[in-house]
Structure formats: C-alpha cells, structure tokens
C-alpha cells in the first residue's frame, strides 16, 4: 500500500493524505506523508482506542496494538472523531482531536418528521447493527424478556448480518421471543429505510462505538434512541437520546418501556435528535472537511 501510495503521488501530487481508522490506514498514511511531505489526517473510527479482552476487541489490548495506534495518531498532522466521547478519549491518550461527525446523505435517506404513536397500536422497536459481540445483543434480547414478562406489546425487529453463527437467534429461541422478534438479516438500503422509519424508538445495545451512523439516521426519520451511553447515545442524552448503563438489559427495558409510555417525551427526544443529526449532515461533513483540507495545505 505504501509503495502504491508514493506512485501514485509520482503521477500526480497529492495535498493531503487521509486515513480512516488508525491501524494500519493511519500507520501506512502517516509513513508517506513523511516520505512525500503530505499532511495526514487520521480519523478515529472503530476500536483503536478500546481494550476489551473478554470479546478480544479493540486496538490498545496489547502493547504491539497500542505501539501502532500510539504511532499512528501521533504521527497525524490533524486527528478527527465523530462524536464527543471520542473527543473526550483521545484527550485522556493526550492527543486534540477534533469532532466531525459523518453525516447523512438526506437525498438518499429521505427526512421523516416525528410521528404521533397511534395509542393501542403494538410497539415497534428497531434495532440495527450486525450482530456480533461489540454491539452485545444478549443484552437487547434481554431486555426484551424483560418488556414481554411486564407485558408490553411490542415487536422487535433486528437488521444485520449474523457473523454469530445463529448465536443470537438460537437466544432469542431460549428466551421464548420467537413470536416478537424479526431477524431480517443485511438489509439494502432502501429496504433498511422502510424498517427504521416505522419503529417508535431505536434500541441499541453496544459496548463501544465511535459514532453509530444507524442513531444519525434514525433520526433524520424522526425516531429516537435509547441505548447503551457509548456514541452519540452519551453525547446527546438526556435531550436528544436516552442512555443506560453497558451491559444492563433491566435499565434498558426500563427507559425503553418510560418511553412509550410517554409520548410526549418520546416526541420531544425525537424532534431533538433530528435537530442535531440535521445539523451535521453530510454536507457539513463534506464542507468541514474541504476547508480541513485548505487549512492543512495553506499551513504546510
């Protein structure tokens, strides 16, 4: 990749270099802006910044995974994150950062304004990510149970790829939730779009993430969010989103179940949340990058 880089530039010049994710795109970026003189953007996207060895997961859980990810930032001329915690995380590694959020496309992903919950009418909770260990759906599934064993009459529709082997399905057997949960698989699109603007409330269930796209999207389609206080999940509650605890299904179960009990308040989050995602669509992303980009080669 290095060598691909430093041919490419021989044809024409680059500006800048910019990496997503740290190891190895910020590593590899970072050894050719020195070769080439290039300012290198790094943003932060995924695990770099995680250590959680009970699901082997994230980029700082040895001392070779840190040693890469530590030479990756600090060789970024600029480092970029798309939510405050991640802000807030590369500031405690000791490196500024700035937030720019990946914003959605609402010509692709048309605007719904909030809806009234028609009283009476089943809940509909979505959830989508694939399912995998980070994203922690036993606890979704059992805040699930909790919600059926108080009665609540909802429907739980899960979209993305099974990379479990049926783990999570096979669960949702165990726990009795064949008849309220939908697993629809990797979704396109358009079909993902349909499902997600019919739920009342997104439910999410992660151990990490950098910024989810699935909360910026479920709320341009006027659905809010109550999820696990990682993300975009943190940096918007108590207004824009509501949080609970990793690992908790009662409080999850808890704040879903307050939610749809109050519509107003459901509401009052939804409008909120769309707000903000419309704030930093993906036009601002793309101005606030074109004038990083400006800043960065009239510096150098």
């Known amino acids: 990749?290095?060598?691909?880089?430093t041919a490419e530039h021989r044809r024409g010049p680059f500006d800048v270099l910019h990496a997503f994710w740290v190891v190895p795109q910020a590593v590899i970026a970072v050894c050719a802006?020195?070769?080439l003189g290039c300012p290198v953007v790094a943003h932060v996207t995924g695990a770099e910044l995680m250590a959680l060895p009970d699901i082997d997961y994230g980029g700082r859980r040895t001392w070779r995974g840190r040693m890469w990810v530590r030479f990756g930032l600090a060789g970024a001329t600029q480092i970029t994150a798309a939510c405050a915690p991640m802000i807030d995380a590369l500031r405690a590694l000791g490196y500024a950062a700035e937030r720019i959020p990946l914003?959605?496309?609402?010509r692709h992903w048309p605007l719904v304004a909030p809806r009234v919950r028609q009283a009476g009418r089943t809940a509909r909770l979505v959830h989508v990510a694939d399912l995998n260990r980070v994203k922690d759906q036993p606890t979704l599934l059992l805040a699930a149970r909790r919600l059926a064993d108080r009665g609540v009459d909802f429907r739980l529709d899960i979209a993305g790829e099974d990379t479990l082997n049926g783990a999570i399905e096979a669960l949702a057997r165990q726990l009795g939730l064949t008849d309220l949960v939908r697993f629809h698989?990797?979704?396109?699109?358009?079909?993902?779009?349909?499902?997600?603007?019919?739920g009342d409330i997104l439910c999410m269930s992660s151990r990490h993430e950098a910024g989810q796209l699935v909360v910026l999207e479920a709320a341009i389609v006027g659905v809010p969010t109550v999820g696990t206080a990682v993300g975009y999940v943190a940096e918007w509650a108590p207004d824009a989103a509501v949080a609970v605890p990793v690992q908790d299904p009662n409080a999850l179960a808890d704040e879903i179940l307050k939610l749809l009990q109050?519509?107003?308040?459901?509401l009052e989050v939804a409008r909120e949340a769309q707000r903000r995602a419309?704030?930093?669509d993906v036009d601002w992303t793309a101005r606030r990058l074109t004038a990083l980009y400006t800043e960065l080669t009239t510096s150098s």
């Open 1 to 5: 990749m290095l060598a691909g880089v």
């Open 103 to 106: 914003g959605v496309d609402v």
């Open 185 to 198: 698989g990797r979704l396109p699109h358009e079909q993902l779009h349909s499902l997600v603007k019919e």
């Open 278 to 280: 419309l704030a930093c």
């Open 33 to 35: 802006g020195k070769l």
């Open 262 to 266: 109050d519509d107003a308040r459901r």
